[in-house]
């Protein structure tokens, strides 16, 4: 179970910075206000699939920029947002010839879920992906987990949770599940090869 933001994606293609960096020259909308309008009262709604990323934009976008459509928006957004680790995908790929299953498990509304699934071509290189928005929960909460296990059919201890995210990993060993906090400096293999040592 692979977490995506993090692990598999950081930031803007071009360097790696978020992709909010050159969001008020390129757009003319202030980050600051974006969290204090969009991401702070909306995005758990959002992230769990009870608000429409769609909607709350149409009504948060006119305060922050002048005539940004949402559809604009959520295309720079989703656009600077998407640099692949080259060298997590190949270990997926050699993982899965090893026989391994990798599933996505995430943290993402349904339009950035769809978006790192097919228009970045995921969908290749694992062989499935459980989300938030798409089961009402998000981690750390236990019931992401207990989801999870519905949606793969597999035992607990099958599953082995590599994260960014210290508190989601600990939730993950809650559940009975293994886990380890992603170390970019180490590759995929020998971090699956270590817990399942």
């Known amino acids: 179970m692979l977490d995506v933001d993090g692990v598999l994606i950081n930031g803007r293609p071009r360097d790696g910075a978020s992709w909010a960096t050159s969001l008020r020259e390129d757009l003319g909308v202030d980050p600051t206000g974006l969290q204090q309008h969009f991401f702070k009262p909306f995005w758990k709604q959002v992230v769990t699939g009870q608000l429409d990323i769609r909607d709350v934009l149409d009504q948060c976008l006119p305060r922050l920029g002048d005539g940004i459509t949402t559809e604009q928006f959520m295309q720079y957004w989703f656009k600077n947002d998407a640099r692949l680790d080259e060298s997590v995908l190949a270990d997926c790929v050699a993982l899965r010839d090893r026989g391994l299953k990798i599933v996505l498990a995430t943290n993402q ?89």
């Open 109 to 197: 509304e349904h339009q950035r879920a769809n978006y790192i699934m097919s228009t970045l071509k995921l969908a290749d290189y694992v062989d499935g992906i459980v989300y938030s928005a798409e089961i009402g929960v998000a981690k750390p909460d236990p019931a992401f987990f207990t989801a999870a296990m519905t949606k793969t059919q597999q035992p607990a201890h099958e599953h082995i949770l590599i994260d960014d995210t210290l508190e989601n990993v600990k939730a993950a060993i809650a559940a009975k599940w293994s886990g380890r906090v992603w170390d970019s400096r180490k590759n995929l293999s020998d971090i699956l090869d270590d817990v399942r040592a």
